[in-house]
């Protein structure tokens, strides 16, 4: 069930939670402006914010449609970095998410473009 996939392992857990909820209080110039899109339901689907999954937070998820939305930062573009958000994206998928990553750049500078992708993948296109 799906409920079940949220909950990381119980030794991490409460140090996640503390996490996700000061990743809420301060959300990047990137993730303000996709929330302010995301969180009115626009897309007929409703989206949480920095929630917790197995043993990772995620940026935006739609429990309902199984979707996981990443914004990444500039240090997601180093190799290392890039190894472990294919290790990340790899573990959500195979709980049956369908992970999407935009940039920063994207979400600022072209925001259409993101919610057209967005809701293609909400609506099975």
């Not at 998820?61 to 914004?71: D, G, R």
Request: charged share 35%.
């Amino acid at each position: 069930m799906i409920e079940d996939l949220k909950w990381a392992s119980p030794d991490r857990y409460a140090i996640l939670k503390e996490n996700a909820r000061q990743n809420r209080k301060n959300p990047t110039d990137a993730e303000l402006v996709l929330w302010r899109e995301l969180r009115d339901n626009s897309l007929n689907t409703k989206f949480l914010r920095q929630y917790i999954i197995a043993d990772y937070i995620v940026d935006f998820v739609s429990l309902q449609k199984k979707i996981i939305i990443e914004v990444d930062g500039e240090y997601h573009s180093e190799r290392s970095q890039q190894e472990k958000d294919n290790g990340r994206s790899e573990r959500l998928e195979s709980l049956g998410f369908k992970v999407l990553r935009f940039t920063n750049d994207e979400v600022l500078n072209q925001l259409e473009n993101v919610l057209i992708t967005i809701k293609n993948n909400c609506h099975g296109k």
